[in-house]
T-cell receptor, first 115, second 110 residues
Framework: EAGVAQSPRYKIIEKRQSVAFWCNPISGHATLYWYQQILGQGPKLLIQ????????DSQLPKDRFSAERLKGVDSTLKIQPAKLEDSAVYLCASSLDWTSGRAGHFGPGTRLTVT | QQPVQSPQAVILREGEDAVINCSSSKALYSVHWYRQKHGEAPVFLMILLKGGEQKGHDKISASFNEKKQQSSLYLTASQLSYSGTYFCGTEAAGADGLTFGKGTHLIIQP
């Protein structure tokens, strides 16, 4: 079974520029999550999708971050404009469905550096 | 609210045992344990559901005390491959995404 795929793996941009990250979840997984992991900390949930609908985006900085999952499979996370404090690893995870206690499987992440 | 993990770091010799704790002030539905090696994604270890069950996975096991809202991860006869940062992720009722602790750094020395 193929795992969660993410691209790019690394990205360096200047502040105020825009950036987009892509995620392809495990086949058949209806629930998709985007997490932000700042160096030395645990992952922080940004947004959760169930199919193509948003379940929870309460911690997403909506003035600069946006995410979509139009066809209920792939997802894109965008930052516009980026700030220095956005430097982090952006992890995508998926789980079978939106049921409590389901294991989430993480992708390799995209390491973003904002200069 | 973020769960509290303890200890922050542990250094062991190969073959020794370790216990990592995770406490929450909120009522939990489940606790998820992950291990993350430097520069890699977190890898799923196990889920503990409310009800106080204990699970095992090779020489790694965990328990969940629902009354205390506390979970413990037990690593017995540690191997070099166990090195990494261990995170607990907690799930309150409602099938929300996980809230992770700050992690426990585990170093296994030969």
């Amino acid at each position: 079974e193929a795992g969660v795929a993410q691209s790019p793996r690394y990205k360096i941009i200047e502040k105020r520029q825009s950036v987009a990250f892509w995620c392809n979840p495990i086949s058949g997984h209806a629930t998709l999550y985007w997490y932000q992991q700042i160096l030395g900390q645990g992952p922080k949930l940004l947004i959760q999708f169930q199919n193509n609908g948003v379940v929870d985006d309460s911690q997403l900085p909506k003035d600069r971050f946006s995410a979509e999952r139009l066809k209920g499979v792939d997802s894109t996370l965008k930052i516009q404009p980026a700030k220095l404090e956005d430097s982090a690893v952006y992890l995508c995870a998926s789980s079978l469905d939106w049921t409590s206690g389901r294991a989430g499987h993480f992708g390799p992440g995209t390491r973003l550096t904002v200069t | 609210q973020q769960p509290v993990q303890s200890p922050q770091a542990v250094i062991l010799r190969e073959g020794e045992d370790a216990v990592i704790n995770c406490s929450s002030s909120k009522a939990l539905y489940s606790v998820h344990w992950y291990r993350q090696k430097h520069g890699e994604a977190p890898v799923f270890l196990m889920i503990l559901l409310k009800g106080g069950e204990q699970k095992g996975h090779d020489k790694i096991s965990a328990s969940f005390n629902e009354k205390k809202q506390q979970s413990s991860l037990y690593l017995t006869a540690s191997q070099l491959s166990y090195s990494g940062t261990y995170f607990c992720g907690t799930e309150a009722a409602g099938a929300d995404g996980l809230t992770f602790g700050k992690g426990t750094h585990l170093i296994i020395q030969p």
